[in-house]
């Protein structure tokens, strides 16, 4: 998908399985945590990515359709060994919510094709654009001054100043070397389309994307990091838009986030998350195939959505298939797990630092 004279090297890393870990029932109290569910129908999701992968398929090539999701807000994780609605604080109602950024003063959440921004005073606003497509994933820049979105409805990220909401810097997959959809090849130029023929909000069929961005992260601030679907981890360089790759083969990753001195993203498909240090080599492959607790409606597939740092030392993995989120201390090879709602299609959680943080005026919003 790129021309590039660089080359992979492969380097040997640790292999460490989760399931060999010694649970602690502790992890993760007192770290209150937004849920971001993009929907309830997890069973039924799971039926669908099984049924692709037995036919081959990847990128259904007609219209997604949006699911109904929610925020929830849990107080703290003490005492408890189930999650479901029962025992969250707060709830608020979103159509198919992915991708959030949490600061000390914002909260950033993206909806099909907008963003809602929920800052510490109690203010609220939506930030829209038009090539907000299916948005995915949301990460702020070290000094919050800007904030990294992706938009895989039309192949994009885009990085937009967070106290004005404009764009400063936009890469379109489709003008550096991914311009063939997925599933027939068919070439895209990028002149010969508008988000205005586009109306639902979620752009183009998964299977007429082409590379499918789900995740970026700053490498630093020339370089992005970005996880596509369909080809692995790239470096993108913001004056040129150049595409290098960083990992292959991977089978469907989310999730490239800063962890420690480096990177983590998340191999979905392969149920592992991967380590990366400060120059992108893998030193730590975390393996979630060997645990128990698999629904049976999975068969021995694996889907491990994201894997998210809470602090500087715990990880929180969610796993689909075993509708659980596993709180995973590597320093002490510890792990706890908690099982939830069977119906939830969890996205991804984020540690807030108090509980009351930005809800003040949420209902009111969205009730609005």
Not at 30 to 46: S, V
Request: hydrophobic share 35%.
């Amino acid at each position: 998908m790129f021309t590039t004279s660089e080359k992979i090297i492969p380097l040997t890393f640790e292999k460490t399985d989760i399931s060999t870990f010694k649970e602690n029932p502790y992890l993760g109290n007192n770290i209150p945590l937004i849920l971001q569910l993009k929907g309830f129908n997890r069973r039924e999701r799971i039926k669908r990515r099984n049924d692709q992968q037995v036919k081959g398929e990847s990128g259904s090539p007609t219209e997604r359709k949006i699911a109904e999701g929610a925020l929830y807000v849990v107080d703290n994780l003490q005492a408890r060994d189930f999650l479901s609605a029962k025992n969250t604080i707060f709830e608020l109602a979103l159509p198919d919510p992915r991708g959030m950024a949490v600061s000390d003063t914002d909260l950033f959440i993206g909806s099909v094709n907008q963003i809602l921004h929920l800052q510490e005073n109690g203010s609220i606003s939506v930030i829209k654009y038009p090539w907000f497509a299916f948005i995915h994933s949301l990460q702020l820049s070290n000094d919050g001054q800007t904030i990294l979105i992706t938009s895989p409805g039309f192949d994009r990220i885009i990085e937009m100043k967070t106290n004005t909401a404009i764009p400063v810097w936009e890469w379109s997959a489709w003008d550096h070397g991914y311009d063939k959809t997925h599933s027939s090849g068919k070439k895209i130029v990028s002149e010969f389309i508008s988000p205005k023929d586009f109306p639902s909000g979620l752009g183009l069929p998964p299977g007429d994307r082409t590379a499918f961005p789900n995740s970026a992260a700053y490498l630093n601030n020339k370089t992005i990091l970005a996880s596509l679907f369909y080809d692995g981890v790239i470096k993108i360089d913001k004056e040129t838009g150049r595409a290098t790759p960083v990992l292959e083969n991977l089978t469907h990753p989310h999730g490239i986030r800063k962890y420690k001195d480096g990177f983590i993203v998340t191999n979905s498909a392969g149920g592992v998350c991967l380590v990366m240090d400060d120059q992108l080599h893998v030193i730590q492959e975390l393996s979630f195939n060997n645990l128990p607790y698999k629904s049976k409606e999975a068969g021995s597939t694996e889907w491990l959505q994201n894997v998210v740092p809470l602090n500087s030392n715990l990880l929180a993995a969610i796993d689909s298939n075993r509708a659980s989120i596993f709180i995973v201390d590597l320093d002490n090879k510890s792990m706890r797990r908690i099982p939830y709602d069977p119906n939830w299609v969890i996205q991804e959680v984020a540690p807030i630092s108090s509980k009351t943080q930005f809800f003040q005026n949420a209902n009111s919003f969205h009730n609005s």
